[in-house]
């Protein structure tokens, strides 16, 4: 980080000018105005940033707007934010609500809180334990995902897709309840136009149809098509209208 950045705060009621900075942080209620570059920007009180955003470490824990776009190395929403542009991060986790109008381009994403976005999703890999609605495209190497909400995907694509019941357990712990109260409740469910990947199982998963070379079905599945290449298990308590062997 090179010495001569200035670093700001804003604790009260204020504006600051955007531009280069080593840290940036808000904990009352403040507004940057124009673009912003920084090293660290940290927002646990109310923000606006009425430009883009280029990061190394973006912190949510308060109300942040963003009016542009957010590049960033890894970005962190355990409050509330909402991007009027396109996400580009390497590291995306939400334990809190996020919003982005445009599209999100990452490496790794972890949701346990909600996350909507308005075109598509891309990453390598993506897991979820809370819920999602993804207007456009999710697609990842790897889609894990355990419901603890409504879920929602225009398409689903990927190497290994795997959406089961329930929640992820961290040190023991069943996050079932607290991630329903971040997806607004509701039963726990996927529902999608298509999936496509090598190797596919769902549980709970509404969708027009699914390809794949490996495919098992769980309870709770209502799919309209199946097209696989190898191999498919069906349970007693998913639902198939026709499914074909290419």
């Given at each position: 980080m090179s010495e001569d950045r200035r670093s700001a705060s804003l604790s009260g009621a204020g504006k600051l000018s955007?531009?280069?900075?080593?840290?940036?942080s808000i904990s009352g209620a403040g507004k940057i105005t124009g673009d912003l570059k920084a090293e660290e920007l940290r927002i646990s009180g109310a923000g606006k940033v009425e430009g883009n955003v280029e990061a190394t470490q973006v912190s949510v824990s308060g109300g942040a707007s963003f009016a542009g776009s957010v590049v960033a190395d890894e970005m962190s929403v355990s409050g509330a934010a909402r991007i009027g542009g396109d996400a580009k991060v390497k590291e995306l986790k939400c334990s809190g609500t996020f919003r982005v109008t445009g599209s999100v381009a990452a490496e790794y994403v972890k949701v346990s809180g909600h996350i909507h976005v308005g075109g598509d999703l891309e990453s390598e890999i993506f897991k979820a334990s809370g819920g999602f609605t993804i207007e456009g495209l999710l697609s990842a190497d790897k889609v894990e995902v355990r419901l603890g909400g409504k879920c929602s995907a225009r398409e689903i694509g990927g190497e290994k897709i795997e959406i089961l019941r329930g929640g992820f357990r961290e040190r023991g712990i069943l996050f079932d309840g607290?991630?329903?109260m971040f997806s607004g409740g509701g039963l726990a469910e996927l529902k999608a136009s298509s999936i496509?990947?090598?190797?596919?199982e769902l549980e709970e998963t509404t969708a027009d149809a699914v390809r794949g070379k490996r495919i098992k079905l769980g309870p709770g599945c209502h799919i309209g098509t199946v097209e696989y290449s190898e191999t498919i298990e069906v349970h007693a308590g998913a639902k198939v209208d026709k499914q074909t062997k290419t």
């Amino acid at each position: 980080m090179s010495e001569d950045r200035r670093s700001a705060s804003l604790s009260g009621a204020g504006k600051l000018s955007g531009g280069d900075y080593a840290r940036v942080s808000i904990s009352g209620a403040g507004k940057i105005t124009g673009d912003l570059k920084a090293e660290e920007l940290r927002i646990s009180g109310a923000g606006k940033v009425e430009g883009n955003v280029e990061a190394t470490q973006v912190s949510v824990s308060g109300g942040a707007s963003f009016a542009g776009s957010v590049v960033a190395d890894e970005m962190s929403v355990s409050g509330a934010a909402r991007i009027g542009g396109d996400a580009k991060v390497k590291e995306l986790k939400c334990s809190g609500t996020f919003r982005v109008t445009g599209s999100v381009a990452a490496e790794y994403v972890k949701v346990s809180g909600h996350i909507h976005v308005g075109g598509d999703l891309e990453s390598e890999i993506f897991k979820a334990s809370g819920g999602f609605t993804i207007e456009g495209l999710l697609s990842a190497d790897k889609v894990e995902v355990r419901l603890g909400g409504k879920c929602s995907a225009r398409e689903i694509g990927g190497e290994k897709i795997e959406i089961l019941r329930g929640g992820f357990r961290e040190r023991g712990i069943l996050f079932d309840g607290l991630v329903r109260m971040f997806s607004g409740g509701g039963l726990a469910e996927l529902k999608a136009s298509s999936i496509e990947g090598d190797d596919v199982e769902l549980e709970e998963t509404t969708a027009d149809a699914v390809r794949g070379k490996r495919i098992k079905l769980g309870p709770g599945c209502h799919i309209g098509t199946v097209e696989y290449s190898e191999t498919i298990e069906v349970h007693a308590g998913a639902k198939v209208d026709k499914q074909t062997k290419t």
